[in-house]
Structure formats: C-alpha cells, structure tokens
C-alpha cells in the first residue's frame, strides 16, 4: 500500500488547480507593493538606509506571521467538518486508512496555498537584509518563527475541525484559541506581573505565543543573557503544540465521524439554548404567526431571537472597553487616531457580519437540499429576496443607527479643538461624511451579492469569503496601489497630491465597486435565480479540444451528476 495515499493524491489534485499557482504570486506581488510603499514613504524623510532596512523588516516580517497565525482560521478549520457534514468522512475509514492519513492529507490539500504563499515571501524578506541594518541571524530566525507559526496554526485549524461539525463554530473556535495563545496568555501573564502577585512574568505562559517569539527573534533581545535560551524554548513550544494538535486530530478524526447520540446532560443543555434562542411554545407560536403575515422567508431567516442580542452585546463589549480607556488615561485618550481607530473597527464589524449572515440561510437551505422545496411553493423570488432583507433590517438596523451616531460624536469632538486649522476641520468632516455614506453603500451591496453568492458558491464559508473579497478587499486594494503609484510619482521631488484627491478616489472606487457588483447581482437574482438555485447537480467537465480529423461525434461539455453511471 502507497505510504500516506490521500497526501499523494491531494497533491496531484492541487497541481491541476489555478489558485495553487495564483496564491502565491498575489503572495510575492502583495509584499513586494507594501515594501516599496514604505520604502519610498520612508526616503522622503530621508533617512539612513540602515534605519530604513530595520522599520521594512520590522513591518514585512509582522505582516508574515500575522499571515500565518491566521492561515489556520482559513485554510484548515472547515477541512475535516465540511466532510462530516456532507456525510463523506465515515466512508474513508471503510478502508484500510488510518487516522494520521486522513488527517495529513486534508492538511496537505487544505495547507497547500498557504505554505506556497509563505515560500514565497520569506524570500522577500531578505532584501532588507542586502540594505544594511538586518542581520543574517534576524533574517533565519524571523523565517523561522513565520514558518513555525503557520505549522502551528494549520493544525490547530485540523484539530478543531476533527471535533466540530459546523464550520462557523469551528472557525470562531479556532480564531479564539489562536488570540488566546498569542495575546491573551501573555496579557494575563503581564498583569499579574503589574499588580505583584508573580514576581515575574511566568514564561510558561509567554512561551507558546507567537509574538513572544517575533520579540525574541531580533538582535536587541536576542543576544541578551536569558534571550537566546527563550527564543529557542519559545519556537519549541509552539512546534510541539502543533505536532500535539495534529496527534490529537489523528486520534480523534475515526471516533468523532458518527452521529452519537446525546447525553441527558448535552440534551438539557441543548433545550435551554433552544429556549433562549427561540423562546417557548407559546412565544414561537406568536411570533411566528406575526412574521408570517409579513412575509414567510422573514420567519424562515429570522426565526432565532437571539440574533440582534448578538450584535448588541458586542457593541456593548465595546462601548466599556471606550469607557474603560477613557477612565484611565482622560484627556489622553480622545485623540483624533483613536477616533478613526473606533470608526473603522465597529463599520468592519457590521460588514463582516452582515456579509455572513446575507445569504446563510439560502446558503444552508441549498447545501441541505431544502432550496428545492422552497421554490416549489407559491413564495416569489421577490418575497425571498425581501424576507432576507427584512430579517437583517431586524438584525443590523438598531446597531448601525448606533454606529452612525457615535461617528456624528466623533465627527464633531474635535472640530472645537483650537490647534485645528481650518483645512483640517474641512478635511475631518469630509472624511467621516464620506466614510459614514460609503459604510451604508457597502451594507447594501454586501445583501445584493452575498445573496447570489450563496446561491452560486461551493458552501457557505465559500460565499462569505466571496462577497467579502468584491466589497471590501478589491477596492481595498485598488486604493492601495494608487498610493503606491503616487509614492513612485513623489520620487521626482515633485509635491504629491492634497487630501481631497486621495478622498476622491476612496470614495470613488468604493461606490464605483458597490454600483457595479450590486447591480450585477440584483439583475441576476431577479432572473436566473431559479436556474442558480439547481446549478449544484450539475458538475462540468474538461475534455480536450474535438478533432474533426479524428472522427466521431463531439465531447459533452457538462453532464449532470449519475448519468454516467
């Protein structure tokens, strides 16, 4: 029998795919624009170049592990539960398998982009070091410690998913592990330290963190008495956590694969929740009768009351951690960065959030089969479509109110403030006008294609990821290299453009992106919904290119799934 199968065959199968080739060159492309953006940032304030060298390095190196930590989240979280769920995973240990095999050849197929990205950027990270001021010794151990963080984050992400069956809860799961390991442990660590109870900070719960290492891996601390001997325990630690997690996934992958029947005490606790999720008989039976009248799909996708509580308790959370900020530190921390810093996070949260939730009951209901039995009844497919928008008007509409009052504050706090000139005044209210009218434009594309993303994406996390990429990063990303052409442009010593063309152009590739792609996808929900909603029994298939020289009739492009058999 062939050594490790499923790795060898997952290997075939990821050579044949496009993005195995395309990850990583956006990888190298990506690094390469965001290095040239800070070095030519940096030469304008001239600089030495050694100085230069160390803040590119700094910057680079952060971003790669920062990649890495999180890679797992993405790439490895769902792999094993995504099969659970379509009812594939039992049947590989029909065979002579082993757990570790199924377990490393999902790593490998799931792990591949990313330790592709990774190889092709830690090469990048080296021209820093042909500028002076970096050290061979930093460069080998910032690549080590980007390396050794990926590791450990793709089998963190296996280890979860050989325990969940839902890919959200195995994602947040692994999210949470990952920021508790890296900066939570640490934080805990240095308080106790601050308030005395230890007398100094416990390595032990320093050493797993990624950051740890990272601090460790640079010259200053590095050559210092104990720094040396802590890097190495550091990166040992987080090694061997990932080769735990992946010995904990190869044990637990072919007992975790059926449905087991709950306890009395899983059973209680599962009926509380459904009772604080959606209430008791009576209260389901009101309210399902009071949505009904307004529409049935609002039922359909609003039917768990706990919904909006989510959002409120997050801005909840939010909010004390402000007041906390500002009971510290007064007067120190209104400051216009810590404005914007607040701004920017609670927009990213409700259009991360509502990108998640615009199409996932469509998205289910097609994965399930249930889209089908839908469409057979009387319901309209503008009654879906508004039903989907009512159930996150009900979810997001009192939280983003809130938002957009909290940046009006932030708006006008520091308009009072006597060292504000008058073109910072102007160009202040100009930015938060802007970004307040661009953060609605962007919820109202991120409903229009998240719903045709959910019904044309392979699964839900596929379509979440989807219309994140349209919305928000592409623009993103398009603004970003303007910037970098403008840097270029600066190199002539010529003066750069003002405020107002790079608001301009924000703004404008923002709602130029919102315009094109919502428009699109409302024209094709309104048309071919039904025609999308029956695309997932349909498979194509690549054949060479027909030879009338070689006879016969022409290939079948796409055939539908079991007609071959």
């Known amino acids: 029998m062939t050594f490790l199968p499923i790795v060898a065959r997952e290997l075939r199968v990821a050579s044949r795919r496009r993005s195995t080739y395309w990850v990583r060159t956006g990888a190298a492309v990506a690094v390469i624009a965001l290095g ?9 304030e001239q600089r030495p170049p050694n100085e230069i060298a ?6 680079l190196t952060g971003s790669a592990v920062l990649y890495s930590l999180f890679s797992g989240v993405g790439s490895t979280a769902d792999c094993l539960s995504e ?29 591949l982009n990313g330790i592709y990205s990774m190889i092709a950027v830690v090469p990048m990270l080296a021209v820093p ?7 061979p010794g930093e460069f080998g151990r910032m690549a080590l410690v980007a390396v050794n963080t990926l590791f450990f984050s793709l089998a963190l992400g296996i280890f979860v998913s050989a325990m969940s069956r839902s890919a959200r809860k195995a994602m947040a799961i692994t999210f949470v592990v990952l920021v508790a390991i890296t900066a939570a442990l640490p934080l805990y660590a240095l308080w106790r330290g601050y308030i005395g109870t230890a007398k100094q900070v416990e390595p032990l719960l320093l050493r797993p963190s990624a950051g740890r290492a990272y601090f460790l891996a640079w010259d200053v601390i590095y050559k210092t008495k104990s720094g040396q001997n802590e890097f190495w325990r550091s990166l040992a630690t987080t090694h061997a956590l990932g080769w735990l997690c992946l ?13 087991k029947p709950a306890g009395d005490q899983r059973l209680h606790w599962r009926e509380r929740w459904r009772f604080w999720s959606y209430g008791d008989l009576a209260e389901r039976s009101a309210f399902r009768r009071r949505l009904l009248k307004v529409n049935p799909f609002f039922w359909l996708a609003a039917r768990a009351r ?73 319901l309209t497919i503008q009654q879906i479509l508004r039903g989907q928008l009512l159930a996150l008007r009900r979810q997001f509409l009192g939280p983003l109110l809130v938002t957009l009052v909290v940046g009006f504050v932030f708006l006008l706090a520091p308009l009072h403030d006597p060292e504000m000139d008058d073109d910072g005044r102007a160009a202040w209210v100009s930015f938060w006008s802007c970004g307040m009218a661009l953060l609605l434009a962007d919820l109202v594309a991120l409903y229009w294609v998240g719903m045709w993303q959910a019904l044309t994406a392979r699964n839900p996390v596929r379509a979440v990821a989807g219309n994140l990429l349209r919305i928000m990063v592409l623009p993103t990303v398009a603004f970003a290299l303007l910037c970098l052409v403008c840097a270029l442009w600066s190199i002539r010593g010529e003066d750069g453009p003002g405020w107002k063309f790079f608001l301009g152009w924000w703004v404008g590739l923002g709602v130029a992106t919102d315009i094109f792609f919502s428009l699109a996808a409302r024209k094709k929900l309104l048309t071919q919904f039904r025609a999308a909603a029956t695309q997932r029994y349909t498979r194509r298939v690549r054949v060479p290119k027909y030879s009338m020289a070689g006879g016969g009739l022409p290939p079948i492009i796409a055939v539908q799934k079991g007609s071959c058999e």
């Open 36 to 44: 040239t953006f800070f070095f030519l940032m940096m030469q304008r």
């Open 54 to 59: 160390k803040v590119l390095f700094g910057i």
């Open 83 to 111: 099969e659970k769920r379509e009812g594939t995973f039992g049947l590989l240990f029909l065979t002579d398998l082993k757990g570790y095999d199924v377990v490393l050849g999902k790593l490998a197929a799931s792990s």
């Open 129 to 135: 070091l042909l500028m002076g001021g970096v050290t």
């Open 247 to 259: 010995c904990l996934a190869s044990f637990t992958a072919p007992r975790t694969w059926q449905d």
């Open 306 to 378: 706990l919904k909006p509580a989510y959002v409120w308790a997050v801005l909840g959370l939010t909010a004390s951690a402000w007041a906390w900020g500002l009971a510290k530190l007064h007067r120190e921390w209104l400051d216009l960065s810590m404005y914007v810093a607040t701004g920017w996070a609670l927009g990213l949260l409700l259009k991360a959030w509502l990108a998640s939730e615009a199409g996932r009951q469509l998205a289910e209901d097609r994965k399930q089969g249930a889209l089908e039995l839908l469409l057979s009844t009387p």
